[in-house]
């Protein structure tokens, strides 16, 4: 973790353990295992996991279905007071995303050197020119979050091997 980013607590572990369990079901349904949990007052009010090849939808990524879902759940489209958990760091759709929802906090655990858009690749969360900036803690279940994604690669590209 960076230095700008905060410790995580207890509660950061059970919600991206929450989150862990959202891939897991993702990768049952042969999708990118990423998963998010949308926390409001340290209740969760929304769950999702990528959907993308299932829904032919490329909004579809974990966190984004997660804050629509916790939009809908509260009856507004500001995520104020809430805090995203999600297993890979943001890319720019899902981190603007952020910014337009005003949510509190982002929670992830394994970085995106590929697309990460909050703090690897890019940091949308903190950027001046925007209307709003957030808090991010990364790394919580690094281990876990980024084993789920190199197994499940791993068994795609054996898969296209053995083609």
């Known amino acids: 973790?960076?230095?700008?980013?905060?410790?995580?607590?207890?509660?950061?572990?059970?919600?991206?353990?929450?989150?862990?369990?959202?891939?897991?079901?993702?990768a049952t349904e042969d999708e990118v295992p990423i998963g998010a949990v949308v926390v409001c007052g340290g209740e969760v009010i929304a769950r999702a996991h990528n959907r993308r090849e299932t829904d032919g939808d490329p909004s579809a990524h974990a966190e984004f279905s997660a804050m629509v879902q916790a939009a809908r759940a509260l009856g507004r489209?500001?995520?104020?007071?809430?805090?995203?958990?999600?297993?890979?760091?943001?890319?720019?759709?899902?981190?603007?995303?952020?910014?337009?929802?005003?949510?509190?906090?982002?929670?992830?655990?394994?970085a995106d050197p590929k697309g990460?858009?909050?703090?690897?690749?890019?940091?949308?969360?903190?950027?001046?020119?925007?209307?709003?900036?957030?808090?991010?803690?990364?790394?919580?279940?690094?281990?876990e979050c980024a084993q789920i994604l190199r197994d499940f690669f791993r068994v795609r590209r054996k898969a296209r091997e053995a083609r």
């Open 77 to 110: 489209w500001r995520l104020t007071g809430c805090t995203v958990y999600v297993t890979l760091e943001p890319c720019l759709m899902c981190a603007g995303l952020m910014v337009n929802a005003r949510v509190d906090r982002c929670v992830y655990g394994a």
């Open 116 to 143: 990460g858009a909050v703090g690897t690749l890019y940091d949308v969360s903190d950027d001046a020119r925007l209307n709003h900036s957030f808090p991010v803690t990364a790394g919580v279940l690094e281990d």
């Open 1 to 26: 973790m960076d230095e700008r980013d905060d410790t995580p607590t207890v509660e950061d572990e059970r919600f991206m353990g929450l989150a862990l369990e959202e891939a897991c079901i993702a």
